[in-house]
């Protein structure tokens, strides 16, 4: 996977655009489980990412913790609209949710959107990988 890291987004005139566009900040929080959200996955890399005028921008990268969650995850978005009226769109931003774990399914991805000044919990079940090895066709 060939990333830009924020450091270099930040270097380009993309950056000021999109800054503009999100002058504001939402917060994610991960949270990565199995069995129906009864046994939280520790240490499951979490890639947070948008494309960006054909750059893929890692915004962050990290670790779930001992109960399979990162929180305050802080991303841009756009301005909260305070003027919203019922049938208005609220406005956001879309970031790819990755998460990569040894022993489960290899890669989970999620589209995630961001709304200013508030919070969103993305759940990721992760499911084991079943080792083939040693079982016949007829499954035993």
Known sequence: ?????????????????FIKE???TGRLKVEVFTAYRAIPIPDTEILVTKDIDGKKVLFFRGK?????MISNITLPSPAQNTNYKPGDDPQY?????????????????????IFGDTGVIQYIKMIPEIDMKGIDQNGS
């Open 1 to 17: 996977m060939n990333l830009t890291t924020l450091e270099e987004f930040k270097q380009t005139e993309s950056y000021e655009q």
């Open 93 to 113: 931003t879309m970031y790819d949710v990755t998460a990569i774990h040894e022993g489960f399914e290899r890669i989970k991805k999620y589209d995630v959107a």
């Open 22 to 24: 999100n002058p504001s």
């Open 64 to 68: 779930t913790d001992s109960s399979g």
